[in-house]
């Protein structure tokens, strides 16, 4: 079993900045090749994937196109840790965001943590 565990959630002004961080724990030899991804949910809307380091090993990323060129997402492996650092933050960036780790058989998810921009 492996647990996710985010945090660096906070209030926020619009332009302002934030870094997100996602400390796996637990099992990490069942997830050496997976994937990695940030979602976020907004009230009353269905959970989006805001970014993602695929498990392939080219390990591709792929972004929503709501956060190309202001949010980017890094890992590192040695500490079992991915970032989301998000940039011109905008009301509409306003949501709980939750790290995802995925792989052939397995898919987890953290509990998340709040992203509130407002001025």
């Known amino acids: 079993q492996v647990q996710l565990v985010e945090s660096g959630g906070d209030l926020a002004q619009p332009g302002g900045s934030l870094r997100l961080s996602c400390v796996a724990s637990?099992?990490?030899?069942?997830?050496?090749?997976?994937?990695w991804a940030w979602y976020r949910q907004a009230p009353g809307k269905e959970r989006e994937l805001v970014a993602r380091?695929?498990?392939?090993?080219?390990?591709?990323?792929l972004y929503a196109p709501s956060v190309k060129g202001r949010f980017t997402i890094s890992r590192d492996n040695a500490k079992a840790t991915m970032y989301l650092q998000m940039n011109d933050l905008a009301p509409e960036d306003t949501a709980i965001y939750y790290c995802?780790?995925?792989?052939?058989?397995?898919?987890?998810y953290g509990q998340g943590t709040q992203v509130t921009v407002s001025s």
């Open positions: 637990g099992n990490l030899f069942s997830i050496e090749g997976a994937g």
């Open positions: 995802n780790v995925y792989g052939e058989s397995y898919d987890y």
């Open positions: 380091l695929s498990k392939s090993k080219y390990g591709e990323i």
